[in-house]
């Protein structure tokens, strides 16, 4: 029998309570499939802080990259806002990235049919929108030096360096090649330098691919296009920055951020976490949707296990949930036959498996 195991890092806010829905699933997939996963709990982010005065304890590096694969919920809180940004869960989860390796990060939107009508775009520009966003994770200007800050500036570079660049599009265009077999990369090689660089790069290693369609695209535009003509996108090849900012664009495409998973790989281990946050205000409450983690332990899966039936069935198990009505708070006024809370919703596509 397969075995895996999965470090776990539920965080904060409505974090344990989305992770507990995606192991319940975990669970029931295992037994159906044959599959036998074990978990080890981690702490990162303000409960880290709150238990340790560290939101990245050493402990939770070490677990982590001797673990298969990680799921995580999320991180982050009011609570822990004023302190310096180097104590702040959002400097513990970079460190994290970097510590991991984790260079790609995939970030898929796509809209399910029954909720083409929660997005704030028309359905006609958003039927059928299936994009996946690959974006760098560990350089750019979140990590470039030098940075700082003093009483009259603050500063940060953007670098990439050609291997940076290279490992990445390689990611994009082997996805390309399993999907719709194009590529968009996004830059601002008409401004920056760095962008000149990433392009020509980009170029050099899509010769590779002829089976691809490459196409570039300056962000700004890209920020337009993906509102105007999603349907036009298959992947997105995007540094750090731009991908932050553009994948937040495309998920608002299907209606809740509630719903999108995403996957971080690389060099080391792979993460796999819920495109959302921490939602501090509805935590405890029972209402967060957890279809997003639990589409990220289907992405898990897919792509650090290759147990791909087990992932369809989860990704099948969830349609059939949205087909069938059940719905959670966020989602109440589009096409509910029932408004589950958050552990109901976790029952339902259990049982749908
Ligand atoms: C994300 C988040 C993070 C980022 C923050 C919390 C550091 O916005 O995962 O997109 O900017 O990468
Ligand atoms: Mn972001």
């Not at 990245?56 to 677990?63: A, M, R, S």
């Not at 039936?309 to 109440?332: E, H, P, S, V």
Request: charged share 20%; proline share 4%.
């Amino acid at each position: 029998m397969a075995n895996y195991n999965i470090s776990i890092i539920k965080g904060d806010g409505i974090g344990p309570e989305i992770v507990d829905e995606a192991i319940k699933v975990l669970n029931v997939v295992g037994k159906k499939f044959d599959i036998n996963f074990s978990y080890t709990e981690y702490l990162m982010g303000g409960c880290a802080i709150d238990a340790t005065g560290n939101p990245l304890p050493q402990e939770t590096v070490d677990g982590v990259l001797a673990s298969d694969a990680c799921l995580f919920g999320a991180i982050g809180g009011q609570k822990w806002d004023n302190l310096p940004r180097e104590l702040r869960p959002e400097s513990g989860l970079l460190r994290f990235r970097k510590e991991m390796g984790v260079f790609a990060n995939l970030r898929p939107a796509m809209v399910y049919d029954e909720l083409v009508d929660a997005s704030s775009l028309k359905p006609s520009v958003i039927q059928g929108v299936d994009i996946m966003v690959v974006r760098e994770l560990i350089g750019g200007i979140y990590f470039g030096e030098p940075k700082g800050k003093d009483e009259f500036k603050g500063w940060n570079t953007m670098v990439y360096t050609v291997p940076e660049i290279e490992r990445i599009a390689h990611i994009a265009f082997k996805l390309a090649l399993k999907r719709g077999k194009k590529v968009c990369s996004i830059d601002k090689a008409n401004v920056l330098d760095v962008s000149q660089l990433w392009r020509d790069t980009v170029i050099r290693i899509g010769a590779q691919y002829p089976d691809v369609e490459l196409t570039h695209m300056y962000v700004d535009n890209a920020a337009m296009q993906l509102i105007a003509n999603p349907r036009q996108f298959d992947v997105m090849l995007t540094g750090n920055i731009f991908g932050d900012i553009l994948s937040d664009e495309a998920s608002m495409l299907s209606g809740s951020i509630g719903l999108l998973p995403s996957a971080s790989t690389g060099l080391k281990t792979a993460v796999y976490e819920p495109i959302h946050g921490s939602a501090p205000d509805i935590a405890g409450m029972g209402i967060a949707n957890p279809i997003a983690t639990i589409s990220s332990a289907s992405m898990m899966l897919r792509y650090s296990f290759g147990e791909e039936k087990a992932a369809d069935a989860i990704d099948n198990a969830i349609k059939k949930a949205m087909k069938d009505g059940f719905r959670t708070k966020d989602l109440a006024a589009f096409g509910a036959i029932e408004v589950v809370n958050t552990s109901k919703m976790g029952d339902i596509i259990a049982l749908n498996i």
